[in-house]
Structures are given as structure tokens and as C-alpha cells.
């Protein structure tokens, strides 16, 4: 009985043991922190011993460091073509939408379409940068080139029709004109020269803008300035094309499908980012409940280059400083500050040489090495220029008539009122336009010879000599640039034409007057003298007579 007491007093003793080398082991366990937490290893300031074993320790699923902020991506840049399409709207069209709200009401509304259209027009180019072209030939391709085409469909619509509601307002011959060159959106639909839509658009736009400009031409300036400025989205737009998207626009073949692209940038909003987006960086997320502290936010961005230093020293930053910092830098130096001047030669010292007082200036002989800009070149004379061929065309509604010379029979042209004509190049030559033709220009020619029946617009010169004009029917206005000699005879029906005249001379109009219908010749002024009126407190023009 004794041994049985003895044996389980001994077992249970080394129970007793095991039991407490078991609970030393999951207390030292408990107290001692994981290691592979390193934002808990360092928060814990106290000893292990005054850890209050009540607390509950977080476990290493809630230990976790907070995750850092995503970053944000940087938007990709933008293609350089749409970046120039930007600054054409940004200069072009906002000063026509300018012009337009100055003059207001449905002019101003109209605007607005048309900003909205070439907005719309700049979202195309956007999504052809970094779309594959879709194929027309397949349904579900064609389908999402409708959509694309859309808005800018809306916005051409939206200008047309406003004219046509509004046919019985005094400005409908603007609204005309804006409505008739509208069409030019549909540029970026042309695959072959779509920058000659432009300029076709910008003669459909003339026939009702340039009655605009004859109208108001001494009575309103601000119209005068308005469709000039409408004239001048065509010539920047043209340029535009012909620099970036000679041949059409060419898409991307190695980008995506157009609907992707085209959902992206939807849904991404605006393109260019935003104006905060570079700002400061967002607060950190807060710390989980009963851990540590997140670290510190890092610091704020440097400020740009540019503010921090010149441009001179972007590129090495051994250059010397510039500025107010750099001129009190070499006060500073004293004496110093004159090692760095160039030593004189005796050579160019005035008080040592008198002949040089003489002149007003010294010579310097680097001054060749320091020139920033060679004289230019001369342009070559005319007999050593190469000859093209003759060109008589037809190129959608503008007729092109260039490089004729001593041409024996004269060139006939049948013309209608949609059509305008461009004689340049020519000499020697008579060209006869039958029909009303819309506008005629002419440029760089020599004893040229015009005969026509009618205009809607103007005859435009430029640059001649000699020129000759015949008007059988009726011609509203006349504009002539730099020239020298002209004869111009009027009909009937046109004496009242309105002549313009800069820089030119020797230009005579012939006029049929009197019983017999016999052609007087009236020669135009070029010979004006000013002279200051102190009463008047302005200038007094008067035309040079030369009597005798």
C-alpha cells in the first residue's frame, strides 16, 4: 500500500513538471513578438516583463504594415498632332468664337457649334493616334466608325440648322456663309489631300462671306474682323493638314480596336490631366487598430527646374549663376572680380592710336565668329528658274490656271457660280471665263488679260504688271496689291464696282459715258499728301494732281 501511495505521488509529480515546463514554454511563447512583423518589433518600448498578459497581441494577419498607396499612373503623352490641333483652337477658332460673341445673338450661338464640332474633331484625331483603322468592308468595323463620326456629324448638323430656322433674320447672309464652309469637319474623311477639301470648303464659305465683307466693308468693322477671322480657320487649317495628315490620317496598326479606345478615353473624361494632379501626394491611410503607426508621408515634390534655376544651368550645373544671387556673388569677390576681363591689344586702344579715333567704332575681329545669322539668300532670277509644264485643272470647285507663257490662242473656261478660279504664273496670256463664276485670283503674272462675264465676289491681284481686265457684266469689287500697271474696263452694269488699291500705280479705269458710249479713261490716285491739322488735331489727306 505504502509503494502504491509512493509510485503515484512520484507520477504525479513528473505530471506536475511536464505540465509546468509546458506553460513556461507557451508563455515564453506569447510574450516573445514574431520577427517577421519588423513595424511591430519596433514599436514595443517596454520590457517584456511589464506586458500585461490580459492584453491580447494582435495576431500576424492584423500585424500587417498598411499597404502603401497605389501610384498613380502618368497619362501618356499626347501625339504631337493633337497638340498642335490644340494651339489651332486654342488660336484660330477662339478668335473667331471671340469675334462672334462680340457681334452675339444667333451668330454667337452658331459659334459655339462650331467650336463644339472641332472639339469633337480633336476626340477623332485622339482616338486615330491610338486605334487601328476599322474596316468599312465589315459590319460591326463600320458601325463603330458611325459612332466615332458622330458628334462631329451632331455639330455640322447643329450649325446648318440654325441657318435654316433663321431664314428671315438680318443676318442670314452670316449664317450662310458659316453653314456653307462647315463642311470642312469632313476633312479628317478624306484619305487622298484632304487638305484641298479645306480649301474648297473655304471657297463655299466666300460665296456668302464675301457679300458679308463687300456690305460692311466701310460700315462695320467688327463684321469686317468677324468673317475675316472665319476666313482664317481655312488657311491655318489647311496648313495644319498639309503638315501633319498630307495623305489622310494614317490611324495606328499596332494599336488597339477603335471601340476600346474610344471607351477608354470616354470613360477616363478629359485627356489632358487635371490641373491638381500634381499636386501633394494623398494622407496616408490610418494605422489598424491597436498597431503602430504608419511612417512619415515623404517629402513634397521639388519645385520645376525652372524655378529653381535658370534654363543656362539646366544642362550642367557648372555654369555660373545668374541673376541678383550671381551679381552680389562678384561684389563679394573684391578684387578679384576683374581677372576675368579680356586684355586689350595695344592695337585697338584709341589714346595710343589716333587713326582710330578718327572712326567711331573699333574694329573687332571675332565679331565674324559671334554673328548668330548669315545674310539670306538671294532668290534665284527668273530666266534661271526651272519651267514647269502649263496647268489648266479642274480640282473639285476651284479652277487652277498656272505656268502659261506667250500662249498664242486665249484659254476659254466655262465656269458656274460654285466655282472659283486661280490664275498664277502667267504671262502673255488672255484667259476668257464664260459664265458667273464665283471669286478669280491672280498673282505673279505679267501682261495677263482677264475677259469675264460675271462675278459673284471680287477679282483679287497680286503681285503683276500690265494687267488687263474687261467686265461684259457685273463685278462688285476689285481688290489690286502691288502692282504695276493696270487697265480695267467696265461696263454698264458695273460702274459701280468697288476699287481697292495698295501699293500700286499706273492703274487706269475705262468707263462708258456719254451719247456714244465711248470708254473714258479715269486714272486711279497713288499720290497722297498728308499734312497735321492743329485745329483738327489729326491728319489731312490730300490727293497729288499734276496739272499741265
Not at 469686317?224 to 501633319?244: A, G, H, M, P
Not at 538671294?378 to 514647269?388: D, Q
Amino acid at each position: 500500500m505504502a509503494q502504491n501511495n509512493m509510485y503515484n505521488l512520484v507520477t504525479l509529480i513528473k505530471r506536475l513538471e511536464a505540465a509546468t515546463t509546458r506553460l513556461e514554454d507557451i508563455a515564453s511563447s506569447t510574450i516573445e513578438l514574431p520577427q517577421a512583423v519588423p513595424a511591430l518589433t519596433h514599436a514595443v518600448a517596454s520590457p517584456p516583463e511589464q506586458l500585461d498578459s490580459a492584453t491580447p497581441l494582435p495576431s500576424a494577419s492584423s500585424s500587417d504594415s498598411p499597404a502603401a498607396p497605389t501610384p498613380i499612373a502618368a497619362p501618356d503623352p499626347l501625339p504631337e498632332a493633337v497638340e498642335e490641333f490644340d494651339n489651332f483652337i486654342s488660336q484660330s477658332v477662339d478668335k473667331y468664337v471671340k469675334a462672334s460673341d462680340k457681334l452675339g445673338g444667333l451668330v454667337a450661338e452658331q459659334a459655339s457649334k462650331v467650336l463644339d464640332g472641332f472639339q469633337q474633331q480633336r476626340r477623332f484625331l485622339l482616338i486615330a493616334s491610338k486605334a487601328k483603322k476599322p474596316d468599312i468592308s465589315v459590319n460591326a468595323d463600320m458601325s463603330v466608325y458611325q459612332e466615332l463620326l458622330k458628334p462631329i456629324n451632331e455639330a455640322l448638323m447643329a450649325v446648318s440648322g440654325i441657318k435654316e430656322s433663321n431664314r428671315a433674320s438680318s443676318v442670314f447672309t452670316q449664317l450662310s456663309a458659316v453653314a456653307e464652309g462647315i463642311m470642312v469637319l469632313a476633312w479628317v474623311t478624306v484619305d487622298n489631300r484632304p487638305f484641298k477639301h479645306v480649301e474648297e470648303s473655304l471657297g463655299s464659305a466666300q460665296f456668302f462671306g464675301n457679300r458679308v465683307l463687300s456690305e460692311h466693308k466701310e460700315k462695320n468693322p467688327d463684321q469686317v474682323q468677324w468673317i475675316q477671322s472665319f476666313y482664317q480657320i481655312f488657311r491655318d487649317l489647311t496648313e495644319y493638314v498639309k503638315q501633319y495628315f498630307p495623305n489622310g490620317i494614317p490611324w495606328n496598326p499596332q494599336g488597339q480596336s477603335a471601340a476600346e479606345v474610344a471607351k477608354e478615353i470616354s470613360t477616363s473624361g478629359t485627356t489632358a490631366p487635371a490641373a491638381s494632379s500634381a499636386g501633394a501626394p494623398p494622407p496616408p491611410a490610418p494605422p489598424a487598430a491597436g498597431g503602430a503607426p504608419p511612417p512619415p508621408p515623404p517629402p513634397p515634390p521639388l519645385p520645376p527646374a525652372s524655378l529653381l534655376q535658370p534654363k543656362e544651368a539646366e544642362g550642367s550645373s557648372s555654369q555660373p549663376e545668374s541673376g541678383f544671387g550671381a551679381v552680389f556673388e562678384e561684389i563679394n569677390r573684391g578684387g578679384d572680380v576683374t581677372k576675368g576681363l579680356r586684355k586689350v591689344d595695344k592695337s585697338q586702344m584709341t589714346h595710343k592710336n589716333p587713326s582710330l579715333r578718327a572712326g567711331s567704332t573699333v574694329s573687332d575681329p571675332d565679331s565674324s565668329v559671334r554673328s548668330r545669322s548669315a545674310p539670306g539668300k538671294k532668290p534665284k532670277p527668273e530666266s534661271m528658274r526651272v519651267k514647269k509644264p502649263p496647268k489648266k485643272e479642274l480640282d473639285g470647285n476651284k479652277w487652277t490656271i498656272e505656268n502659261y507663257e506667250k500662249h498664242s490662242e486665249p484659254i476659254e473656261i466655262e465656269v458656274s457660280m460654285s466655282q472659283a478660279v486661280l490664275i498664277s504664273k502667267c504671262s502673255h496670256t488672255t484667259v476668257i471665263l464664260k459664265g458667273k463664276a464665283n471669286a478669280v485670283t491672280i498673282e505673279n503674272t505679267q501682261r495677263l488679260s482677264l475677259v469675264i462675264d460675271s462675278l459673284v465676289s471680287t477679282v483679287d491681284v497680286v503681285k503683276s504688271s500690265n494687267f488687263a481686265l474687261q467686265v461684259l457684266g457685273h463685278l462688285p469689287t476689285v481688290l489690286l496689291d502691288q502692282l504695276d500697271g493696270a487697265q480695267i474696263y467696265l461696263s454698264k452694269e458695273s460702274t459701280s464696282t468697288r476699287i481697292f488699291t495698295s501699293k500700286s500705280s499706273s492703274v487706269n479705269v475705262n468707263v462708258l459715258a456719254g451719247d456714244d458710249d465711248d470708254y473714258v479713261e479715269i486714272p486711279l490716285p497713288y499720290q497722297i499728301c498728308s499734312q497735321f491739322d492743329e485745329q483738327k488735331c489729326e491728319m489731312v489727306n490730300e490727293i497729288v494732281e499734276h496739272a499741265g
